[in-house]
């Protein structure tokens, strides 16, 4: 629907979307010499060849302005014990406070990433395609970094969880 009013199955795609786990990630750039970072899930791979992410970014998210502009970004997936800094990243702080929690560190080519996160894929901007309220950011991988165990913060179901709870419990 383009003229405004709330399409009949919004409140049933959110529903059936609770269902869906996803890894929390938090998104960053820079650009103009400011920081700015989001929680985000509507992450993932697009290819390996070549190496390639995608991001879905609400264009009324801080975060758009900077990528419209072509910032490169990261897109850091967050472990277990990042809950807070994915609380910060998707609302509670703003701006540059959002960079206050975590060892946030700035990659080879500029850009700020999560130094403990499960894992920081740095990309350079590669292509877009705007959809609805959302624009989808492609980005080519320059520079991948890997810390710990694999221990994911996930959501599901309007919550934060861990992989190794949802394990846990399936076994018990
Ligand atoms: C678990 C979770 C996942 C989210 N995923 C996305 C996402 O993929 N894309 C997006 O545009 N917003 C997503 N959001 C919303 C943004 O994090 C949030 O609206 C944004 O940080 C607030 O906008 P601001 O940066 O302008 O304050 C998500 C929020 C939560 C809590």
């Not at 979307?17 to 700015?36: D, E, F, K, T």
């Amino acid at each position: 629907m383009t003229d405004g009013s709330i399409h009949p199955l919004h409140a049933d795609m959110l529903l059936a979307m609770r269902r869906l786990a996803r890894s929390v990630a938090v998104i960053s750039c820079s650009h103009a010499g400011r920081r700015y970072s989001m929680s985000a899930t509507a992450v993932d791979a697009l290819s390996t060849e070549p190496p390639s992410l995608l991001i879905c970014i609400n264009r009324t998210a801080s975060l758009y302005a900077p990528l419209d502009a072509g910032a490169d970004f990261c897109v850091n997936v967050l472990s277990a014990r990042h809950r807070g800094i994915a609380i910060d990243c998707s609302g509670r702080l703003k701006g540059e406070a959002r960079f206050t929690t975590g060892n946030w560190q700035t990659s080879v080519h500029g850009v700020p990433y999560l130094h403990d996160a499960q894992a920081s894929l740095v990309c350079a901007q590669d292509g877009r395609f705007v959809y609805g309220t959302h624009t989808v950011f492609i980005g080519r991988l320059t520079e991948v970094l890997v810390s710990g165990e694999v221990d994911p913060l996930v959501y599901v179901n309007g919550a934060y969880t861990t992989a190794r709870a949802l394990v846990s419990h399936a076994a018990a």
